[in-house]
């Protein structure tokens, strides 16, 4: 028997980043490769494949008064080259490179769907912003009251951090969480990059929590889903919940939602 489990979920709305160039500036063998905008401080993007926009001024979504943006900036799917060199950057307004990558770094593989996910603070020291590249698997089986669900760590400022998913107002001091010494950049459920897992929807609701690693107070970000006061939930769906920087500090949630029949398969 699955463990109950619900998880950040919001309605999702696919924002289709302008200039998209449906070949992504190349011909032979591709990927198809969609870009989530989730650093709040970067300002608007451009993004490049082989030195070709193929998407401008790309801006982040916002958060709510809760800290949550339940329609983040996500393209729709483009066509990316899988050759190792193909090169693909984002570029802040001025034309400074945010980050870079290729094909080969992000392993992308001839005909698979990806996420690039443009992660981290430009304020927090390091290098970041970063790109996450997750393997979008549309195909896993979900019971009639599961969703599948998956965690990315995208806060470069948060550190370190532990996840709790337990039934309302529980005292995280008696549980244990469904992650532990979750870092930046990192997925759960793990795996591969990008896995979903799938989780039997709550019919009371739950509440997400996250902690510092290894400490159960505070809760740096906290949120209801499910049930009657929480989030909505629809099994058969396929959730992204994205932990980032929030844009004064603090941190932040983007929940993506592909439902089957919206998104390429």
Do not use: W
Request: with cysteine; glycine share 14%; hydrophobic share 40%.
């Amino acid at each position: 028997m699955r463990t109950v489990f619900s998880v950040l979920i919001g309605l999702f709305l696919t924002v289709g980043l302008a200039g998209c160039d449906s070949n992504g500036g190349g011909e032979g063998p591709t990927a198809q490769v969609r870009f989530m905008h989730a650093s709040a401080d970067a300002g608007p993007v451009d993004v490049l494949v082989n030195g070709e926009t193929v998407a401008s001024e790309v801006s982040f979504s916002g958060l709510n008064e809760s800290g949550i943006s339940a329609t983040p900036t996500v393209s729709s799917y483009l066509e990316v080259p899988v050759s190792s060199g193909t090169s693909v950057e984002v570029q802040d307004a001025d034309g400074n490179t945010v980050f870079t990558t290729s094909a080969g770094e992000a392993n992308l593989q001839e005909n698979a769907q990806y996420t690039i996910i443009v992660a981290g603070a430009v304020a927090v020291e390091g290098d970041t912003p970063q790109p996450i590249v997750l393997r979008d698997r549309f195909q896993t089986e979900l019971a009639d009251d599961e969703v599948g669900l998956r965690l990315v760590h995208g806060s470069a400022g948060a550190g370190s951090v532990d996840i709790y998913l337990t039934p309302p107002n529980t005292d995280l001091q008696n549980v244990n969480p469904i992650t532990a010494d979750f870092q930046f950049t990192q997925d759960f459920p793990g795996g591969f990059a990008g896995q979903f897992v799938p989780q039997a929807v709550s019919q009371s609701g739950s509440d997400l929590s996250v902690t510092l690693a290894g400490m159960k107070q505070p809760v740096l970000l906290q949120l209801r889903v499910g049930g009657d006061q929480g989030l909505p939930v629809s099994p058969g769906q396929f959730i992204t919940g994205v932990a980032i920087d929030g844009p004064g500090g603090g941190a932040g949630a983007l929940v993506h939602v592909d439902t089957p029949g919206q998104s390429a398969q």
